[in-house]
């Protein structure tokens, strides 16, 4: 009995050193190197949820390539969008008039998904934004998606500050019928009037 209550104890003991390591290891690791993600919604159709509301495409996010805030024309990236100015969920969403938070009217944790179209310095054209031409500003990016009309993007709520990238999408991970690495592809039609390289 006594060996039984002994091999117990053992277990649990290198259970509970496993578990204690584990999890400050597994969470540094979703936290600051990569995790994946459920893409929602048509924003970014065709390159992410060409099926519609019948799937979701499931996306490989990997911090480590935005730590530098380093990205490119082309790029799929998450942002979070907590942090959009008030003064846009006001203008946009009457029922949020009275309210001091700048979260998302859902989810305060809420991240979106789009194309990286412009970097800081480029000037863009516009779809939609009040000003037809846009220069983006030092340590901002601009974003769309790739479903023109059906995206919550800078069209919407203009450049968008580097410090809310949260991750670079680098590859589709399910359905396993479009496992595929996502490629940084800028459509023609919307390369910007002037790149800041011209």
Not at 87 to 101: A, E, I, P, T
């Amino acid at each position: 009995m006594a060996q039984s209550q002994g091999w117990v104890k053992r277990y649990f003991k290198a259970f509970c050193k496993g578990f204690f390591v584990a999890v400050p290891v597994a969470v540094t690791f979703l936290d600051r190197v990569a995790c994946v993600a459920r893409v929602e919604g048509a924003s970014m159709q065709p390159s992410l949820n060409p099926g519609g509301s019948q799937s979701s495409d499931v996306v490989l996010l990997n911090h480590w390539k935005v730590r530098n805030f380093e990205v490119q024309r082309g790029d799929i990236v998450s942002l979070v969008i907590s942090v959009l100015p008030l003064g846009f969920y006001v203008h946009h969403f009457n029922w949020l008039q009275n309210r001091r938070s700048s979260g998302s009217p859902k989810n305060p944790e809420q991240k979106i998904i789009k194309r990286v179209i412009a970097l800081e310095g480029d000037i863009v054209k516009t779809m939609g934004h009040k000003n037809r031409y846009v220069k983006v500003p030092r340590g901002h990016i601009w974003v769309e998606g790739d479903h023109h009309g059906h995206s919550f993007d800078s069209n919407s709520f203009g450049p968008v500050s580097l410090g809310l990238l949260h991750a670079h999408a680098t590859h589709i991970l399910w359905p396993p019928e479009r496992w595929q690495k996502l490629e940084s592809v800028l459509p023609p039609e919307r390369l910007p009037v002037q790149s800041k390289e011209a």
